[in-house]
């Protein structure tokens, strides 16, 4: 008989009801100027995951943001809420300029 004691999950604490996520879909220029802007998540549970893989430099520069961020701004956020917000801003970047975009002219140069 095991004497470990069987605590509630995320779930049960918080609820788990179910959420209602957008659906991802490949965007065109005149959908993106009638759609209403997305913001990035911030602190709500997440349902989906992928895994991303970086160099150790790019970590570290990670870390480095989240550390300047609580200290120089008093936000403590995770690294994840870093990416997520990084993310949105790069995506709602192409959506409005395009080929003038921080992501594309980066993706663009050469290896």
């Given at each position: ?75 403590a956020v995770d ?33």
């Open positions: 008989m095991s004497r470990r004691v069987k605590l509630p999950g995320a779930d049960e604490l918080f609820g788990g009801g179910s959420q209602v996520v957008d659906e991802i879909s490949p965007v065109d220029s005149d959908a993106a100027e009638d759609r209403a802007p997305r913001g990035s998540t911030g602190r709500v549970r997440h349902d989906e995951k992928i895994t991303v893989y970086m160099s150790e430099d790019e970590l570290l520069d990670l870390e480095h943001a989240r550390l300047t961020l609580r200290r120089h701004y008093g936000l690294r994840g809420r870093i990416v997520r917000a990084a993310l949105h801003l790069a995506i709602s970047e192409v959506e409005v300029i395009g080929d003038e975009s921080a992501l594309v002219r980066r993706l663009s140069e050469p290896a």
